[in-house]
């Protein structure tokens, strides 16, 4: 598992949609986002899914691969739907035992957060599939620019950004290690409640963050020694460029955000 | 282009030069002097080695050589430039290449070009000499193949290449390894060791590789020994190794082959010190 993270979830293809700026990935995700919470109605989600499916056919990613993304979230799924089935009781009943009641209203409303909670995953994964994570944190220091005249430090922030994601593999390694090193030991981290599992965990927080210091002494010596700071005209190897690809990325995103932002307010009747 | 003419005698100029350089660690207990009174100067082109045993301040002394620490006493100029003067300090800095001992803890990026184009985009170099800088610094450390991969999943040995060709990206004119191999399995060690003599030779690259590993010291054009603080001596491999009561002074342990080859002189059978296991063969082959 560990190894996996080191690239995100990075699936490289070199499509269009790999291709594209990060800046309109990163607003693709704000529309995604907003999407999937101004859905309203089942046709809203047909067309979202419609938009979805076409960007995945575009990236050339394995479908498969994408829904992959959602196991993470299943327990979530499950658990809403559960919630929902039982204590929405607008509608005819359907089926009741006891004090749980099944409506017909429901049913519907348990399959549009489904529809909601994947389709939410599904998105914003498909911008981390598409974009390394070097690239999501330039389009975002670009994003941020103008702060600069505000003096917030906004090089900074993208570098600190950049290097705490480089550096989450490299500390899930060597939680794993004190892990054993404490298991070697007797150390027990399955057993008893959770104030004894808690307590449990002391050991093993405690090394890692002893160590994350000190690799953060040595990274910053590091950082030196390659002249960071060393002038404020920093320069970057990959210019972002704003392409056709990316202007008409735009217009489909703000066409699709406007028709489902439509059928909430009941301009279309869907 | 650092040739100096000078009433008609060619000189190499020396690319680093330290003089009377002492360094002192202050504490709540006091001073600590990790460095005392060290002077040594790096040519264009030479293979240095400093060896020492743990603790005796030669990562300190490594710190001084590129402003990352600056001297209590004394002074430390690259090219005739201090690095008291905080206005060179980057350019000081980018021609002193430092690589330091773990690999893990000195990259920034997660794919590695982004890594190795880091220095340079901190020079402001534009965008197009970057990334010729990077292809040239992958292929110097012949890991080109793995331009767009991420450090995470490559060995000690390579995750250390690829620091040495992040450094590179800056066009250093000298390489300071601090202990660069010392985290190392023997075959990355190997790897390391093979980059660096090949910059050397092929690139002409001056080196300070500094390590408590006598055998990566054989081929040397000069070790500096240090104790306690101080460079107490400074020679060829032959002389310092050639002296078995400095390395037991300093508790530095000889290479294997410099071990027999002194048994055997002591016994009378060998009149020369042997340093590499080939010299030592040859020299048990003449014997019969």
Same mark, same amino acid.
């Given at each position: 598992?560990?190894?996996?993270? @080191?690239?995100?979830? $990075?699936?490289?293809?070199?499509? /269009?949609?790999?291709?594209?700026?990060?800046?309109?990935?990163?607003?693709?995700?704000? /529309?995604?986002?907003?999407?999937?919470?101004?859905?309203?109605?089942?046709?809203?989600?047909?067309?979202?899914?419609?938009? #979805?499916?076409?960007?995945?056919?575009?990236?050339?990613?394995?479908?498969?691969?994408?829904?992959?993304?959602?196991?993470?979230?299943?327990?979530? /799924?499950?658990?809403?739907?559960?919630?929902?089935?039982?204590?929405?009781?607008?509608?005819?009943?359907?089926?009741?035992?006891?004090?749980?009641?099944?409506?017909?209203?429901?049913?519907?409303?348990?399959?549009?957060?489904?529809?909601?909670?994947?389709?939410?995953?599904?998105?914003?994964?498909?911008?981390?599939?598409?974009?390394?994570?070097?690239?999501?944190?330039?389009?975002?220091?670009?994003?941020?620019?103008?702060?600069?005249?505000?003096?917030?430090?906004?090089?900074?922030?993208?570098?600190?950004?950049?290097? @705490?994601?480089?550096?989450?593999?490299?500390?899930?390694?060597?939680?794993?290690?004190?892990?054993?090193?404490?298991?070697?030991?007797?150390?027990?981290?399955?057993?008893?409640?959770?104030?004894?599992?808690?307590?449990?965990?002391?050991?093993?927080?405690?090394?890692?963050?002893?160590?994350?210091?000190?690799?953060?002494?040595?990274?910053?010596?590091?950082?030196?020694?390659?002249?960071?700071?060393?002038?404020?005209?920093?320069?970057?190897?990959? /210019? #972002?460029?704003?392409?056709?690809?990316?202007?008409?990325?735009?217009?489909?995103?703000? @066409?699709?955000?406007? +028709?489902?932002?439509? +059928? $909430?307010?009941?301009?279309?009747?869907? | 282009?650092?040739?100096?003419?000078?009433?008609?005698?060619?000189?190499?100029?020396?690319?680093?030069?330290?003089?009377?350089?002492?360094?002192?660690?202050?504490?709540?207990?006091?001073?600590?002097?990790?460095?005392?009174?060290?002077?040594?100067? &790096?040519?264009?082109?030479?293979?240095?080695?400093?060896?020492?045993?743990?603790?005796?301040?030669?990562?300190?002394?490594?710190?001084?050589?590129?402003?990352? %620490?600056?001297?209590?006493?004394?002074?430390?100029?690259?090219?005739?430039?201090?690095?008291?003067?905080?206005?060179?300090?980057?350019? &000081?800095?980018?021609? !002193?290449?430092?690589?330091?001992?773990?690999?893990?803890?000195?990259?920034?990026?997660?794919?590695?070009?982004?890594?190795?184009?880091?220095?340079?985009?901190?020079?402001?170099?534009?965008?197009?000499? &970057?990334?010729?800088?990077?292809?040239?610094?992958?292929?110097?450390?012949?890991?080109?193949?793995?331009?767009?991969?991420?450090?995470?999943?490559?060995?000690?040995?390579?995750?250390?290449?690829?620091?040495?060709?992040?450094?590179?990206?800056?066009?250093?004119?000298?390489?300071?390894?601090?202990?660069?191999?010392?985290?190392?399995?023997?075959?990355?060690?190997?790897?390391?060791?093979?980059?660096?003599?090949?910059?050397?030779?092929?690139?002409?690259?001056?080196?300070?590789?500094?390590?408590?590993?006598?055998?990566?010291?054989?081929?040397?054009?000069?070790?500096?020994?240090?104790?306690?603080?101080?460079?107490?001596?400074?020679?060829?491999?032959?002389?310092? =190794?050639?002296?078995?009561?400095?390395?037991?002074?300093?508790?530095?342990?000889?290479?294997?082959?410099?071990?027999?080859?002194?048994?055997?002189?002591?016994?009378? =059978?060998?009149?020369?010190?042997?340093?590499?296991?080939?010299? %030592?063969?040859?020299? !048990?082959?003449?014997?019969?």
């Amino acid at each position: 598992m560990t190894r996996n993270v @080191a690239f995100g979830q $990075y699936y490289p293809t070199g499509s /269009v949609i790999h291709r594209l700026d990060p800046r309109t990935k990163l607003f693709a995700g704000v /529309v995604f986002i907003v999407c999937a919470f101004l859905a309203s109605s089942y046709w809203a989600y047909l067309i979202c899914y419609a938009f #979805l499916f076409s960007v995945v056919l575009l990236s050339k990613i394995p479908p498969l691969q994408v829904l992959k993304t959602v196991k993470a979230v299943l327990a979530i /799924v499950v658990v809403s739907v559960l919630i929902n089935l039982f204590f929405y009781d607008e509608g005819t009943v359907l089926f009741s035992w006891w004090k749980i009641k099944i409506t017909d209203g429901g049913l519907l409303y348990a399959g549009k957060m489904v529809l909601r909670i994947m389709f939410l995953v599904l998105s914003t994964s498909m911008i981390t599939l598409t974009s390394t994570p070097t690239e999501l944190t330039d389009g975002l220091e670009k994003i941020m620019t103008p702060l600069k005249y505000l003096r917030f430090p906004v090089h900074d922030v993208a570098i600190i950004m950049s290097i @705490a994601l480089r550096f989450i593999p490299t500390l899930m390694e060597e939680t794993d290690k004190i892990i054993m090193a404490q298991k070697a030991r007797g150390a027990s981290f399955d057993h008893g409640g959770i104030v004894a599992r808690a307590k449990a965990m002391l050991p093993i927080l405690i090394p890692l963050f002893v160590s994350a210091f000190r690799r953060a002494d040595e990274l910053a010596l590091a950082l030196d020694a390659r002249c960071y700071n060393a002038t404020e005209a920093r320069t970057k190897m990959k /210019v #972002l460029r704003f392409t056709w690809a990316d202007l008409t990325a735009f217009l489909v995103l703000t @066409a699709c955000l406007t +028709i489902t932002a439509l +059928i $909430y307010a009941g301009v279309i009747p869907l | 282009m650092h040739i100096f003419k000078k009433n008609g005698i060619i000189s190499i100029m020396k690319i680093l030069n330290a003089e009377n350089v002492s360094y002192a660690y202050k504490s709540e207990e006091g001073e600590t002097l990790a460095v005392r009174n060290v002077s040594l100067s &790096i040519e264009q082109g030479e293979f240095v080695v400093l060896l020492g045993h743990n603790g005796c301040g030669k990562s300190t002394l490594a710190k001084l050589l590129n402003g990352l %620490l600056l001297p209590t006493e004394g002074t430390v100029s690259v090219y005739g430039t201090p690095t008291t003067d905080p206005k060179k300090i980057y350019e &000081i800095r980018s021609k !002193v290449g430092m690589v330091f001992q773990n690999p893990d803890n000195q990259t920034v990026a997660s794919i590695i070009e982004d890594d190795i184009a880091f220095g340079p985009e901190n020079l402001g170099v534009n965008g197009e000499e &970057i990334s010729r800088r990077v292809e040239e610094a992958l292929e110097a450390v012949g890991m080109l193949a793995y331009r767009k991969g991420t450090p995470f999943k490559l060995s000690g040995g390579q995750k250390q290449r690829i620091a040495i060709a992040s450094v590179l990206a800056m066009h250093p004119d000298v390489l300071i390894l601090d202990e660069s191999t010392a985290m190392l399995d023997p075959c990355g060690r190997q790897e390391v060791l093979d980059t660096v003599r090949h910059l050397n030779r092929e690139k002409n690259m001056a080196v300070l590789l500094i390590t408590h590993y006598m055998d990566e010291a054989l081929s040397a054009d000069r070790i500096l020994v240090m104790e306690q603080g101080e460079i107490v001596r400074m020679g060829s491999p032959k002389e310092i =190794f050639g002296d078995i009561n400095l390395i037991k002074e300093c508790k530095l342990e000889l290479p294997i082959s410099c071990k027999i080859g002194y048994a055997l002189s002591q016994n009378g =059978f060998l009149t020369d010190t042997c340093l590499t296991d080939e010299e %030592l063969v040859e020299a !048990v082959c003449r014997l019969s």
